[in-house]
């Protein structure tokens, strides 16, 4: 069946540093991988989109990569700041209009 | 606009009890879901409706029916709640372009839903 995994529960991360969450994915091929914040108590909120042959996409201070031969997503937030402390949630997506959410990553950043 | 609404935001059932969960956007979007969101599970799909009269089961649908009763209004029902439906419940809505959608979902606040 289709696999999503976060690499941690939880990461600290420095504030100012660059905080790296991973995604990883087995038996499925995804048209598109997506990124979401959510802050407690709220629903998810998009971050960003990148398709499968694309290799990397920016906004403002995120970056995400897509290596769909390694079935991997790197997503990575520069200059971090506490604003920045929620969990991260991957999602992938195909043509058949469902999208499977991962478990997500709760992101602490220290002052 | 208000995006996604979702009610009610609290409720508490006995088991055997039954409920629906409301849920509208009103962003003309085609698609929208029901997710249920439990500690270290993260987001799974219950049901998923592409446009309106069309529903499809998602990893979870047992013990839950869906209406898609128009394009903006997406109804969960729990016939006989049960203690393990306790949980979060999103629903989420999307725009469709093309073949199949590029675009991200829309989250609604949520129902924190305990059954007892």
């Known amino acids: 069946s289709q696999k999503i995994e976060q690499n941690s529960e939880a990461l600290n991360i420095q504030e100012g540093k660059t905080a790296t969450l991973t995604c990883n994915y087995t038996?499925?091929?995804?048209?598109?991988l997506q990124w979401y914040r959510q802050d407690p108590g709220r629903g998810p909120v998009f971050l960003l989109l990148?398709?499968?042959?694309?290799k990397e996409k920016r906004k403002e201070r995120l970056k995400v990569t897509f290596d769909t031969t390694l079935k991997q997503s790197l997503f990575h937030i520069t200059a971090s700041q506490p604003a920045d402390s929620a969990t991260y949630l991957c999602?992938?997506?195909?043509?058949?209009?469902?999208?499977?959410f991962g478990k997500g990553t709760r992101l602490h950043i220290l002052p | 606009n208000a995006g996604v609404t979702q009610t009610p935001k609290f409720q508490v059932l006995k088991t055997g009890q039954s409920m629906t969960l409301q849920c509208a956007q009103d962003?003309?979007?085609?698609?929208m879901y029901w997710y249920r969101q439990d500690p270290g599970m993260g987001l799974r799909l219950i049901y998923y409706?592409?446009?309106?009269?069309?529903?499809d089961k998602g990893e979870v649908p047992n013990g839950y029916n869906v209406s898609r009763l128009n394009k903006r209004e997406f109804s969960l029902r729990l016939e006989s709640a049960a203690p393990s439906q306790t949980s979060v419940y999103f629903c989420?809505?999307?725009?469709?372009?093309?073949?199949?959608?590029?675009?991200?979902?829309?989250f609604g606040p949520g129902t924190r839903l305990t059954v007892l």
């Open positions: 999602a992938l997506g195909g043509r058949d209009d469902k999208i499977i």
């Open positions: 990148i398709r499968e042959n694309e």
């Open positions: 409706s592409a446009s309106e009269g069309t529903t």
């Open positions: 989420a809505s999307r725009r469709l372009e093309g073949d199949f959608s590029y675009n991200e979902q829309f």
């Open positions: 038996n499925y091929s995804p048209a598109y």
């Open positions: 962003m003309n979007h085609n698609s």
